[in-house]
């Protein structure tokens, strides 16, 4: 399907009066019928291939690696990325 397909395809649902029910339904099917397909044609994640002698820069290890900061409650941060991803 085509982008252009696809956009008249969400228009077209997003007309609809579905309910919160209705979505997650519709979200479910949709989402087991990919996983179908994805079984089907061997694809899945792909994860991009990172050369063993890449380095990144001093600016990105800052930014990813360390310590979280004391006050920082990650049981908490986790829950509430949760609920936010449940939306």
């Known amino acids: 399907m085509n982008t252009t ?3 008249n ?3 077209y649902l997003q007309g ?5 029910s209705n979505q ?4 479910s ?5 990919a996983d179908s397909m994805e079984g089907e044609r061997g694809e899945g994640i792909v994860f991009p291939k990172i050369p063993k002698d890449y ?6 290890m800052a930014m990813t ?10 049981e908490k941060e ?3 990325r949760w609920q936010e991803w449940a939306k």
Do not use: Q, Y
Request: no cysteine.
């Open 16 to 20: 609809l009066s579905l309910t919160a």
């Open 78 to 80: 986790l829950e509430e």
């Open 55 to 60: 380095k990144p820069s001093d600016k990105v």
């Open 65 to 74: 690696l360390g310590a979280l900061p004391k006050d920082v409650d990650l």
């Open 24 to 27: 997650r339904w519709l979200a």
């Open 29 to 33: 099917h949709l989402i087991a019928a």
């Open 9 to 11: 395809l969400w228009s």
């Open 5 to 7: 397909a696809l956009n």
